[in-house]
């Protein structure tokens, strides 16, 4: 088993990391997308060493019946919101229909929340024919990720990027289809946890998130 070691300070320490080895790929013209709220520190770094638009993809789980910590799907925001179900877990789980419209519906209203508490009016940058880097503080099963992307590619960017500080190798394998790169600082056969590669990895505050938000230009 591996040995878990703090190996990034902070979500900063882990972007500043990931910036490095994002400018030796030479992207043109990125956009930086952020899962938040764990993401966006990271992507802040990003944003600001390649001098790029940071914008938030938002996303929220829906959990599967009886056991909501298992992803049966997500809601992902944008012009036309969607839906993507794991069918797999929702075979298995036995979830309807009707249970998924509820679940959406629940989740809808914190996106929603979300939506209107982070970006306040701020302009967001258009995908369509850029490169796109999306970022996260680390993966666990890699669910939310893969919803993620499945609704950025509707945006129909020229090429997706994503960076990440730590996750599962069986997570990274999961999502490589969904990518064009991925880009992990620390890739780990025995996961215990996206907390534990962090010396401080405290929840972010919705004002802490407006204010790092806040700190980078749009475009």
Do not use: W
């Not at 809808?108 to 796109?132: F, I």
């Amino acid at each position: 088993m591996e040995l878990v070691t703090r190996i990034f300070a902070d979500r900063a320490d882990a972007g500043r990391r990931l910036a490095e080895l994002l400018s030796d790929m030479e992207l043109d013209h990125p956009v930086i997308y952020a899962l938040p709220r764990g993401g966006v520190p990271v992507a802040v770094e990003i944003a600001k060493s390649m001098n790029a638009p940071l914008d938030l993809l938002l996303v929220r789980k829906i959990g599967a019946p009886r056991n909501p910590e298992v992803a049966l799907g997500a809601l992902v925001e944008g012009g036309d919101e969607q839906i993507v179900i794991n069918e797999d877990v929702q075979r298995l789980s036995g979830a309807d229909e009707a249970y998924i419209a509820r679940a959406a519906a629940d989740q809808r209203a914190e996106l929603e929340r979300r939506k209107a508490r982070y970006l306040q009016g701020r302009t967001r940058p258009n995908p369509n024919g850029r490169t796109v880097v999306v970022v996260d503080d680390g993966l666990a099963t890699g669910a939310t990720m893969k919803a993620a992307l499945i609704g950025l590619k509707r945006s129909d960017p020229t090429r997706v990027v994503v960076a990440l500080p730590v996750a599962p190798k069986q997570a990274l394998e999961d999502i490589e289809d969904k990518a064009d790169d991925i880009i992990c600082i620390y890739p780990v056969t025995s996961f215990q946890g996206v907390g534990g590669y962090y010396r401080d990895f405290h929840q972010l505050s919705d004002d802490e998130t407006v204010r790092l938000l806040n700190s980078v230009e749009t475009s």
